[in-house]
């Protein structure tokens, strides 16, 4: 069996997407893909010999034998695109986050679930080594019941002052994939947000209404209390670690590295940064989700990551917002 | 020169400051200890050939030929003591907190102030080698500005609850070292500060109106982050860590073993766990704190922890106890 | 530029390359796979859409559009099909070793001469991140001039007996390995060996006349030395480690993981093992050096492994086994 | 019980269980210290209140109350003082090495044995935390059968020439304690020894007919093998690390470090060198190492360490030597 993608959007996660779906995972093939700029749709079309290359989505999501879509665009072009494909039939998967509208996520959750077809959002971490093994410690009961969860979240550099603009803020772009990873690992509701934001890397951030550097504690239903502490520029690379505390033990986990060489001379002992940004980090991870989602359509499974998984977070995105704006602890029934 | 000390209260803390300033600190002689329990004194008196052993503080503290004393009794007993020893024109070595009352610390610092006596508070994780080299990193200025201080403070098992019912609460007592911490380590005002709370670990600390887990945030006047996480309870023992991450980098350690050996079998890499609690952990660092005071005196210069610093945290506690109970972030303003 | 290879061999290793060049490494084609078991030159060309599957390795040699071979064959086929490769002016790829017997080594040598052809020879190590990493930093000058080498080789567990007693023994079949890292971290020749080999996990080893626990002196020209201790089996599994000691410092490198999560408990801190095998621990060394060997032809430069460096490690096992047996350190001048 | 003891020496050595004895063993009062060099002697008495300095050993040996001597003059002494003092009916401890000739070692042994005192021989590195946690990780079973023993012992600096000259070469003054380790750790006689030394430090140590440079291998009776790896300049500092694989698995143990700070910036993660030399990472091994000299006097039990302990490691240190000159490997059966 052969399952038939179209890839839509092929910026940089997009063609991350594409590649891994033509090469490495041989039960698929890419038949179309699609960007609101045609070269760059051609040249990820050429490189990976997918045979249509267009501007216009919908063209990709009408494919007759089409089996799914992978959708990569801007945030914004989500909601109507999974609708588009939903109401066409085809399987989607789409990065995160979904929206930044509550109300139009359940639009798009609406549209899915009345197409019957399925759809996985793009929490790429979950499929991290790392991050699953201390899932996995954690189910397996090594820790016992989890009682502190710390996360530390860190870019290695800003990204563009155009980007802040229209991200949504550092909560809903950056800490969304903290808030997943909060979720993923334990299995009690978050209730409650306070998050503390500061601008001390680059003024032109706070100028943009967002913060640089930023503490938010959750609290889940069971008591347990989160902590994530997130900067926009860690400028050793791209520190991406867990903690979790338990009745029973803790579990953390340390950052991946180029390699493993350790230099010692009369300064002292100098190993190596973390790998750069969530290219190198996450390459494996990449791969993994998108076998998964692979795997979903061919074994007609349920997806691991849902589209309820996909708009908690963003949920508790837009709390922690409101917190940082207002000085104050949040819950989420007031967001809802 | 030798210097002529006294020690009031012969229990845990007490018998660590005797033993070190009577075998450690060759530039002292410890003439007089006191505690309410009389056999505590006597033995503690015997085992160090310490001439005088009393039930009356104020036997030790008006001994002629006295220059300071050390005082490690009852919380409650600390404002007295000093305010008494300072009339006498004694100096006095307090540990922390120095009250739970922001009134009686005042008047305690007054009288130290007004009798021109040293006063240094018993902060002790100042000593501690990790810490140091933590602070000298940061004060070198090898890794910039500090943007977010993470501080992990655990203990490995729950005191009694006679001793959670009069210990002020967990911020006031555990976290009250963390707070220290805090200001040791980052020269900008902490001004507000939230705290939630938890109890996860024994409900009768919850019937004692107290948490036993807790993360705690401040916020520093740079603009800088703090984040506490303490537990009652880590059963894999007393788990003391910092990070800090700067404009420049980040500095981190990790906790003390008692060696340094991992055996490797098919089930993994296994590594000592941390030393079990205060008392194995900072040993040295009680010994350099003394160490540290009676060089103060000897020297005549100012004490390195002083009565405001021993203030502060107090404030903070009250405010992070605040905050807790009230569900919301406490400006510091609200308790002075 | 599509180069076109064919494999001899569809064993394990066989297996690796054919699947690194089918699918890694783009300007590649496979054309051809030879395999003395006909089911599995078919299986692997199958899976791999490979046209031409064979019992005849000539077959593969002679199909007139191949730039190279790749010889993944028995040690005692290496000789005779590089000399047919040669004349046929193909590239050639060999794994290690190019054979146990010198003569025959030096006829194959001269004929890749000969013919002009290029040979590189499997030392996968060579291009393993860690090892690359270790040799960076001793050429940057960063440890000074080498004084000490160590060698941690040790498989997770024996091969079978069969394999054990056509293997030209522990140094000829793992320890080269190690000999080809020493060579390849220092650049000063090999002068002298000294082995010492002991039977201590399976005496069955030691009834064919080998061992299975070794550790081997070598005496550089420089005058630095190198230790390598061998077992065939760490029951922790694949333990590969390098560390060296120069007159300005030190490096080593510790093993690779699955992941880099760690439980902590009340019996201690708990990480993983090394990666299981050297199909593990090397999948990227084998891409690496296949991307390596088809970079050497495309741009016609000098191959990074070459014949020379194929026969050398050779020598010194021969040395090694004479030491062992003897019981006597080893002139490599006596072996040539 | 009070133990009245007398200091021979008041070297380096001297002076530190000269101290450990006088302020860190209650149940020991020093009565006496001997030094060829009176001001040191009497420096040294000074300094922790000895009621009597002298340049005369006998002096010290006859005090009628003197229960035991601590022998740290220089080693061409050890042999007369160890006889005059157990015919004084006095218990010795030695520092290491007893002597550099068997046979003044076995007058010194029989003299002991007649007299009926206790002898224990100066091997501190026996008490460090992390080679006892090795040892008792062995003795509990936890590794199986030891197969591979690796000691990696080097200074942080020469020695000056003259102690050089004076040493008996570097596998007697300094490889000793490794040779001490290897019985320490495995409960199988050394049977034969390999070394190969070189001169790539300082060529006046050449000129003085010694290597500052060697790698050492043991042969256990066993089966097992050790290797021992030392250089008298790691610039980094004193490198003092061992390492066993055994059947179940493998147990080693990094080195002591003045604190466990990393700091992590774009150049890497940059932690601390070891404790600088012996007196700092041996520190609490010198005090476990007299405590439990008293303790044995106390208790009257058997010496931990014991005269045959202090000799074997001269055997095998003359074996090495004649190995390194000779160049070959020597039986231990060769020196007795």
Not at 142 to 152: K, L
Not at 228 to 253: M, P
Request: proline fraction near 6%; charge should be negative.
């Amino acid at each position: 069996m052969t399952l038939k993608l179209g890839v839509i959007g092929a910026g940089r996660i997009g063609k991350i997407h594409a590649e891994n779906l033509a090469r490495r995972i041989p039960e698929t093939t890419v038949l179309a893909v699609a960007d609101i700029d045609m070269m760059a749709a051609r040249n990820l079309a050429e490189s990976l010999s997918i045979p249509l290359a267009t501007v216009n989505p919908s063209e990709v999501i009408t494919l007759p034998d089409l089996d799914a879509v992978v959708i990569c665009s801007a945030t914004e072009t989500h909601t109507p695109l999974i609708i588009e494909a939903a109401r066409a039939g085809k399987h989607i998967f789409c990065e995160k986050p979904i929206d930044l509208d509550l109300q139009r996520i359940d639009e798009a959750l609406a549209a899915v679930e009345q197409a019957g077809v399925k759809l996985q959002v793009g929490f790429n971490r979950r499929y991290d080594a790392n991050f699953c093994q201390i899932r996995d410690v954690i189910q397996a009961g090594r820790i016992g019941e989890p009682h502190i969860v710390q996360i530390t979240s860190r870019d290695p550099a800003p990204p563009p002052l155009d980007y802040v603009r229209a991200s949504g803020g550092i909560f809903l772009d950056m800490t969304i994939h903290d808030f997943d990873m909060a979720r993923f690992l334990v299995d009690s509701p978050v209730t409650e947000v306070y998050a503390a934001g500061s601008v001390l890397i680059d003024p032109a951030i706070g100028d943009a209404d967002d913060f640089d550097t930023a503490v938010t504690t959750l609290r889940y239903a069971s008591g347990a209390i989160c902590v994530i502490n997130n900067s926009r520029q860690a400028v050793y690379g791209y520190d991406q670690t867990v903690e979790v505390l338990g009745s029973k033990g803790s579990v953390r986990t340390a950052n991946n590295t180029a390699h493993r060489a350790v230099v010692t001379d009369p300064e002292g002992e100098h190993g190596p940064i973390p790998l750069y940004f969530f290219l190198e980090r996450y390459t494996d991870a990449y791969i993994a989700e998108m076998r998964d989602f692979v795997d979903t359509l061919i074994h007609d499974r349920m997806p691991s990551v849902s589209g309820a998984d996909g708009r908690a977070p963003v949920v508790i995105g837009l709390a922690a917002t409101k917190s940082a704006r207002e000085g104050r602890p949040v819950k989420l029934s007031e967001i809802e």
